[in-house]
């Protein structure tokens, strides 16, 4: 037992050392202040608080990596110390690109994977500590945990919701302010992974899919960062996200399963990465596809004031309004721009009373009262014409 509890200490101090974990933060920060600066730029006020690409996150990720690590721990999933060190290297390179859509793990996996295909050539160049004899066991694990962060980042995306996505606006080719959304969001998972360094003897008497007889290992808590990144202007992102997680769920499937069939013919392995790369590929293909051939859900409105955001825990949030929904009249006077609409709500500084086009062209009602304090639109962002 005391054993145990070294080698847990241990993973716990890898976990820290790591620098990913730091670099985490320094990432949710420098995006969360380029985005605050951008809000203030384009609407004269911060829209999201800082960190707030972190928001939602915490305890589903926490979760997940319980979960996860439960699962990796019972099956005797292990990781050499060359496979964590690519983790780390292509999570640091592709996090310079500044966009959150290259920390999937669909390119961290599969760029580290097409680096060990060449690691005959550079293995002389490694320190002892990340030299390993690569096995067919170490290919299906690593293409297996692929598959198995595609499906986590398709869970991320069920906590996507329409008032926590950050809404953009700019200026459009015909002069006209247009409308969108980013979600983007950045998750961290400490996950335990068994790896070979460390004093442990197997404490069961066999792992139902690897055999590590007679071996000695160590365990090691690791910081996988998953990033999301989508831009949409067609449809809420709720129903994006949806979509989005339907397909991603479908191609970590079939990497899993070509991952699988690895033990029966060794190409299928190196058939569970090209698909997972491909699928990607073609996953962004149609979401560009389907943005290009529809209409703009956040461009301006004859019949009133285009809801281009909603501030979460705003009097606009508790009174149901949604993005893409239209605002005709506030207390009985027909509005155009956020200044019109800000001088009818002062028309009864006690009450307001909003008409609704909503997203299916129907007239509804919605109304609140009106205390001190509240945001002085509401907590709506809007795209005027």
Known sequence: MEVIIIEVLKGIGWFFINPLFYWFFILIYISSTKRVEKERLTFGYKVFPTLDEW????????????????????????????????????????????????LNSVYIFGASSLTLLFYPYYESYLPDLLKVTLTLDHWIIFTILMGIFILAEAFLLTRTRDDQTFPER?????????????????????LLFIWPIGDLDIFFQYWPVFDYQGESYGLIFFPLLLGLEHVIRTQRPKV????????????????????????????FILLS?????????????????HEANHTSLYSPSAQGLKVL????????????????????KVNGHRVSNGDEFYEALQSNLAFCKIEIYNLDGEIRFTQRAYYEGDHHQLGLVFVEG
């Open 170 to 190: 700019f200026i459009g080719s015909r002069g006209k302010q247009v409308g969108q959304h980013r979600i983007k969001k950045l998750a961290l998972l400490p």
């Open 309 to 328: 955001g909603v501030h979460p825990f705003s009097p606009a949030s508790d009174m149901g309004i949604e993005i893409g929904e239209v605002i005709t």
């Open 273 to 289: 990465i090209i698909v997972g790369l491909i699928g990607r590929e073609i996953l962004l293909f149609m979401t560009r596809q």
């Open 55 to 102: 928001y939602g996150l915490k305890r589903i990720g926490l979760i997940l990596s319980v979960l996860l690590s439960l699962l990796f721990i019972g099956l005797g999933i292990f990781l050499p110390p060359l496979m964590i060190g690519l983790l780390i290297i292509f999570s640091l390179l592709f996090s310079f690109t500044g966009k959150f859509s290259w």
């Open 240 to 267: 994006f996200s949806q979509w989005l997680l339907k397909r991603l769920t479908l191609l970590g499937l079939i990497v899993i399963g070509f991952s699988l069939l690895g033990f029966l013919y060794a190409p």
